[in-house]
């Protein structure tokens, strides 16, 4: 079973975890290709918030191209290969959060390392 | 033995089972341990002082269907309507249940003042599924087409039946009970429909055993739903038969007929029994946490019933206890649902 983590304590709101929840869980590879996600109204009834929230988080990931909404029959996680962003919108957030660790005073070296620590983790469990 | 006595037995073997039952939900609310009160980490010497009362209380309230059933029951044994007697039993399985889920949820928040205050905040990190869940995935299809081939069996035969003399058979009588029990059918899809919406978000910590839990509890209420849709196409099947055999074989018939149902219903109370222990072991495992509120219920619920478009769910925890959604499409279907059982009772008792 794929669980989604929701913390309270994330200054994040619920949409954007649930989002990223499942973006992390593509990247991972533990929800594949053609997977079907649980219907807005499912997923928002087991967290208890509104069906909104939900439909903006599904509606995120859907303008990143990494699932595909179909209405009657749900949705599911889409090919990698569909996914049509430029490689500089790609690069948008890496800059954002390499931005903020050279901000917080890490040297380039520990940075370097603790990027090439997250991407092993990443690459080794989608693989 | 004729239907009238075989509602006595049916009744008196209810009484036994109810028995058992009232000691297990008698017991429940110390189930873990003298630290809680059902799923309140209550504080030390809690029931030497106010939880004695709400103890007290709380197996109070268990008679209720008691003091529905008794002054009923020894009105239809003085009337003589003994056939209402399973009517009887039916009204009070519901009963019973509301009963004990609204007298639980009561007991739980006259405890909450006396909850340990590490145990009042809600967990921070919670889990959810991410697998869909469908009717169809938790339905057996052998059963399934065990069921309609049987229902179509019965009423090819009963059409074939009415048709041969259609000026000598009344079609209410011969349709109606068959009718009846296919709209029970639907009804029993429907309750499985709101079962498996049932909403299980579990904590992080622990997410295994509470989810383990929440969908054996799942699978045991739906398996409880199919067995009573077996239970109801058996009956559309042996309507049939009943209608074409002659009078001395139909009593025979009849006693096999309601010795299988006592059967049934045994050998039903003693698997339901089994099941249920298990699921006692696995709730045990799983140690109770209160969940965030993210739509606030209690302020948004206040009442009974509420009309809340923005929150997905059917029943919501208010202010004063459950709190049916009204905006929600399962209380629509289920409205829908009553209305057409009504009407469908007063066309075959009042229908040309």
């Known amino acids: 079973m794929i669980f989604l983590t929701i913390n309270t304590t994330d200054p994040r709101p619920i949409y954007q975890q649930v989002a990223d929840g499942v973006k992390e869980l593509i990247a991972r590879g533990e929800l594949e290709e053609g997977a079907s996600l649980p219907p807005v109204r499912q997923l928002a009834a087991d967290l208890g918030v509104n069906l909104n929230t939900i439909a903006t988080a599904y509606r995120e990931l859907q303008k990143d191209g990494l699932i595909v909404i179909k209405h009657g029959s749900g949705s599911m996680v889409a090919s990698r290969k569909i996914t049509d962003r430029s490689q500089d919108e790609l690069l948008r957030p890496l800059r954002k959060a390499l931005t903020e660790l050279v901000l917080a005073g890490m040297s380039s070296r520990k940075i370097l390392n603790l990027v090439a620590r997250e991407l092993s983790m990443v690459a080794k469990e989608s693989k | 033995m004729n239907i009238e006595q075989f509602s006595v037995i049916y009744y008196i073997l209810f009484w036994a089972i109810r028995i058992n039952g009232c000691v297990r939900r008698g017991r429940q609310p110390l189930l873990r341990g003298p630290e809680w009160f059902f799923n309140v980490n209550v504080r030390p010497g809690f029931y030497t002082g106010a939880g004695r009362s709400i103890l007290r209380r709380y197996w109070m309230r268990m008679f209720i269907p008691f003091a529905v059933d008794i002054p009923v029951a020894i009105a239809i044994f003085l009337s003589g309507h003994l056939l ?175 010795a299988a149902l006592l059967l049934i219903a045994v050998v039903s109370t003693v698997s339901v029994e089994i099941k249920r222990k298990r699921l006692v072991t696995l709730a045990l495992r799983a140690l109770p946490v209160k969940l965030p509120d993210f739509l606030s219920q209690s302020k948004i619920a206040r009442w009974p019933v509420c009309y809340q478009p923005s929150a997905p769910m059917l029943i919501l925890k208010g202010a004063h206890g459950y709190s049916l959604n009204l905006a929600n499409t399962l209380t629509y279907l289920g409205a829908a649902y009553l209305a057409g059982l009504l009407t469908l009772v007063a066309v075959l008792r009042f229908g040309h």
Not at chain 2, 95 to 107: E, P, Q, T
Not at chain 2, 125 to 146: C, F, G, H, M, Q
């Open chain 2, 84 to 258: 209402l007697l399973s009517v009887l039993v039916l009204g009070l399985c519901g009963l019973i249940h509301i009963n004990h889920l609204f007298s639980v949820d009561l007991a739980e928040r006259q405890a909450r003042p006396f909850e340990l205050p590490e145990a009042e905040a809600p967990v921070a990190s919670i889990a959810l599924s991410l697998t869909p869940r469908r009717l169809r995935d938790y339905t057996n299809r052998k059963v399934e087409w065990a069921l309609a081939l049987s229902s179509m069996i019965a009423l090819t035969w009963l059409t074939r039946y009415y048709l041969a003399a259609p000026d000598h058979h009344n079609l209410r009588l011969v349709f109606g009970v068959p009718a009846i029990y296919l709209y029970f059918q639907i009804g029993w899809l429907f309750v499985k429909r709101v079962v498996v919406a049932w909403r299980t978000p579990v904590p992080q910590a622990q997410a295994a055993e509470h989810v383990e839990f929440r969908e054996e509890t799942r699978k045991y209420y739906l398996r409880l739903c199919d067995w009573n849709r077996v239970v109801l196409s058996a009956g559309i099947l042996f309507w049939p038969i009943q209608l074409s055999i002659s009078p001395t074989g139909l009593n025979r018939l009849l006693n096999i007929w309601f």
